[in-house]
């Protein structure tokens, strides 16, 4: 599987961004989905997991009632819709996926990475 994240890029504080995660390769609707976000000087962290249907969903609660994921198993995308932007929700965001249908939020469970896409929120 081959992962693809777009959608980051600057925004001021209070705005709104929708990441999106296009894959690849298959069984893509089998498998869990994640986004992890790095700050500069920082370690990777969660923010958001998805199960295989999209009916279990957990988050990080720094983003709690601000951000939601989603997917779409028949295009094979991942979405994260990200409102009330802050200063610190700045870092660079990536999607993964595990090869299992269940949400983890622990990053060493993903097997497939995205390159990334940078958020920057501005004040």
């Known amino acids: 599987v081959q992962l693809q994240a777009s959608g980051g890029g600057l925004v001021t504080a209070g705005g709104s961004l929708r990441l999106s995660c296009a894959a690849s390769?298959?069984?893509?609707?089998?498998?869990?989905m994640g986004w992890f976000r790095q700050a500069p000087g920082e370690e990777r962290e969660f923010v958001a997991a998805i199960n295989w249907s999209g009916g279990d969903k957990s988050y990080a609660d720094f983003v709690k009632g601000r951000f939601t994921i989603s997917r779409d198993n028949a295009k094979n995308t991942m979405g994260l819709q990200m409102n009330s932007l802050k200063l610190e929700d700045t870092a660079v965001y990536y999607c993964?996926?595990?090869?299992?249908?269940?949400?983890?939020?622990?990053?060493?469970?993903?097997?497939?990475w995205g390159q990334g896409t940078l958020v920057t929120v501005s004040s």
């Open positions: 993964a996926a595990r090869t299992t249908t269940a949400r983890s939020i622990y990053s060493g469970h993903y097997t497939y």
């Open positions: 390769g298959h069984p893509y609707s089998r498998y869990a």
